[in-house]
């Protein structure tokens, strides 16, 4: 099925570059609010301004356009400057998820090179340069981190910075020396083909892998996106999502930017400081997971604050009840409603339900694909299967990858040679072109909106000593949709608890990742050839 939607000027054409757009949303919206963050409130032409001397900085500290430079914070103003301003330097943006333990952390700034980190200082209880360093303490390097040599620079979020580290106001009193002129060349000498960003993911091997998206493909989709949600110039937008995601970063800054939103960045998913918020802005912008929205609606104070501004959710990442669609439209009058189905490989977006589709179509299905796209769905022989039969959903089209960054085995693997990209998911496409996912291949399950990889989470508890064998899989959870279960074979003579294992998990990985439950068994289920057969132990769960 191939989507349609007649825009007048595509967004990597208007605008050309993220740069490009920076620059017009500040000529053209100026004195609107930008970004709001507590009592600071920044215009356009404020932020524009910011990320300008963000640009000069980078540009100061020697970056060059293609060198990767990395985001390790929560949702903040900061992060907006600093993330701009490091693109419009012409460098490629690493977001790392702020659920990662230092060494997971370390692993992707290692992968990518990325010459230099923008990190925020403590964040929940902990201190992020802190697990950096103790992860990162020994290795060849000179810099601030021995065991990441390309790693030159780490600038900390903060008014304080440990020895070889630096702050931000230090970092940007470095760029006051770059001419603003000098900073317009840099800028407008990004090509609209070059990479943006990389966004790192996992698949079945627990590896991450990055996904290398170009400026014109970002601007392109987020245009899109805009023109499907309706967002518009006025809107306010509340941008629970985390920036290191694409439904956060794209669906949230570069949609703003695209359409003079204001944007509230909220770093925590908290639904007391969502509802206080949602009410003190007058929000009238909230997409995010379907708990995000069912938090909402089931809290006992829900009606003690004005939600009447909330006009557009979008929401998707996990099943959607249509009991939720209905509730959101009756009881908090949301206007629009919509569901979207994306991967990191295809920018974030695939396809999505349109303004004015029935509810139980955007509860059931997760739309029809965007412009100028195609999604089918084959067998496990690459058969295109009709409409009503559940197969891999391929995907073609102007958002799909540039491929995996330094991984042409795996780009080779995941993108056909004629532009197809297998995205490992199941799906049904109806008649009318809706796609309804209905099982990952790649077993992925969903917490709270982040995606677990199980064979990434084996891989971590496998270093655990008392583990011999595991095995992990999703299961229901009433308010996180899905959550992980290890089952574990222990090693001879082992006493090891499942306390013990969930304990250890906390300190080892992201907190998304930790199993919420532990079961241990004397053997996996195998078959013939080996390979774990999770269907039993599902089936065992149901």
């Known amino acids: 099925m191939r989507g349609d939607l007649g825009l007048a000027i595509r967004g990597d054409l208007r605008w050309g570059t993220i740069p490009g757009l920076v620059r017009a949303a500040a000529e053209r919206y100026g004195d609107r ?30 970056v060059e356009p293609g060198d990767r430079v990395a985001v390790w914070a929560p949702n903040t103003l900061d992060w907006i400057v600093c993330a701009l301003g490091a693109v419009s330097a ?5 977001p790392l998820n702020t659920r990662f333990k230092g060494a997971e952390a370390a692993d992707v700034l290692a992968r990518s090179r990325a010459r230099l980190l923008f990190v925020t200082g403590t964040f929940l209880g902990t201190s992020y340069v802190a697990s950096l360093r103790r992860a990162a303490a020994d290795g060849p390097g000179e810099g601030p981190l021995p065991g990441l040599p390309h790693l030159e620079q780490v600038i900390v979020l903060s008014d304080d910075a440990p020895e070889s580290f630096r702050t931000w106001k230090d970092f940007l009193a470095g760029g006051e020396a770059v001419d603003a002129a000098a900073v317009r060349v840099r800028a407008e000498s990004v090509d609209g083909s070059a990479p943006s960003d990389i966004i790192f993911t996992s698949g079945t091997t627990g590896r991450p892998k990055g ?10 989709c987020y245009d899109v996106w805009s023109e499907l949600a309706g967002l518009r110039e006025g809107d306010r937008y509340l941008i629970v999502n985390p920036f290191f995601h694409t439904f956060g970063y794209k669906a949230g800054i570069i949609a703003c930017l695209t ?9 925590v998913f908290n639904v007391d400081t969502v509802l206080a918020n949602v009410a003190a802005e007058r929000i009238s912008v909230l997409p995010g997971p379907p708990t995000l929205h069912q938090s909402l609606l089931d809290h006992p104070c829900r009606d003690q604050h004005d939600l009447s501004a909330l006009r557009l959710v979008v929401t998707g990442a996990a099943v959607v009840p249509l009991r939720l669609v209905e509730r959101l439209r009756g009881e908090l009058r949301v206007g629009t409603v919509l569901t979207a189905y994306g991967l990191s490989e295809a920018s974030g977006i695939v396809t999505m339900c349109r303004r004015g589709d029935p509810a139980e179509v955007i509860a059931s299905t997760s739309g029809r694909a965007i412009p100028d796209t195609e999604v089918r769905v084959v067998s496990p022989a690459g058969k295109t299967l009709p409409p009503g039969h559940p197969g891999e959903i391929l995907v073609r089209g102007h958002h799909v990858m540039r491929g995996y960054f330094e991984d042409p085995a795996e780009t080779a693997r995941v993108i056909s ?3 197809w990209l297998r995205t490992g998911d199941v799906g049904v496409l109806d008649e009318q072109g809706c796609l309804r996912i209905t099982d990952r291949i790649k077993d992925m399950f969903i917490v709270g909106g982040f995606n677990a990889y199980p064979a990434e989470i084996e891989q971590l508890l496998g270093l655990h000593p008392d583990v011999a064998d595991v095995a992990v899989i999703g299961v229901p959870d009433p308010r996180l949709g899905e959550v992980g279960r290890a089952y574990v074979v222990r090693r001879p003579g082992s006493v090891v608890t499942s306390d013990d294992l969930i304990a250890w998990s906390r300190r080892e990985m992201a907190n998304y990742k930790v199993p919420r439950g532990v079961e241990f068994v004397a053997e996996l289920p195998r078959n013939a050839s080996g390979k774990v057969v999770k269907g039993e132990l599902r089936r065992a769960v149901r």
């Open 417 to 419: 040679a004629d532009g």
């Open 211 to 220: 996904a290398v998206i170009t400026h014109a493909q970002t601007l392109r």
């Open 90 to 94: 012409g460098a490629v943006l690493v």
């Open 33 to 62: 609010e930008a970004v709001v963050e507590g009592r600071t409130r920044v215009s356009y032409g404020e932020l524009g301004g910011r990320v300008e001397r963000s640009a000069a900085a980078c540009m100061a500290s020697g």
């Open 259 to 267: 359409r003079g939103a204001t944007m509230i960045p909220q770093p």
